[in-house]
């Protein structure tokens, strides 16, 4: 019996992402080209006033010249709440980014000044989570390693002299830590 649970358990773990279900999931209303979500049958909605000051913790890179992931959980974290009655004024979003995932930050000239090929596949959703009014900010420590200068970030992107040091600063303004 403790053999068939644990193959059961192995083969549920192991089961390819691809098995999943995707088609109840939908991009919007902040968000029209990323960050999906599906909504919850039997959910009430938020109330009117309820606020969010969440940061996300990305050390992973993308793979292949993809989205990054981690940021596409912040888009994602947003577009479900406003769906769900959040008003987008009230939802505070910080992506503290370290480890290699600071090259997802690169411009176009850093991109290329790093001797990456094409394009930065995230490059154009950061834009348009920072543009919303979302913080991106990198580990000066990761970026000393990755060789990376705050001139090559993409605009609007900020630095600080680590991501602990990040994270403590935006605990101290009621930010909560998001480890997706």
């Known amino acids: 019996m403790r053999g068939a649970i644990l193959s059961f ?27 999906p979500h599906a909504s919850v049958d039997g ?11 969440h940061s996300f913790d990305v050390a992973k890179a993308a793979k292949d010249g993809a989205r990054n992931r981690g940021f596409e959980s912040a888009a994602r974290f947003i577009n479900m709440h406003v769906a769900n009655g959040v008003a987008e004024e009230n939802i505070r979003v910080a992506v503290v980014v370290h480890g290699p995932a600071v090259l997802d930050l690169l411009s176009a000239s850093g991109w290329a000044a790093h001797g990456k090929e094409g394009e930065n596949g995230s490059a154009a959703m950061v834009r348009a989570i920072l543009d919303q009014g979302s913080r991106f900010i990198v580990c000066g420590q990761s970026a000393t390693a990755q060789g990376v200068t705050a001139d090559q970030l993409i605009e609007g992107v900020e630095m600080d002299l680590s991501a602990m040091t990040a994270h403590a600063k935006l605990q101290q303004r009621g930010y909560t830590v998001n480890p997706f």
């Open 9 to 35: 358990a192995l083969a549920a773990f192991c089961a390819p992402v691809s098995a999943q279900d995707m088609s109840a999931f939908q991009t919007g209303p902040v968000f029209a080209d990323f960050g």
């Open 43 to 53: 959910l009430e909605s938020f109330a009117a006033d309820t606020e969010f000051a």
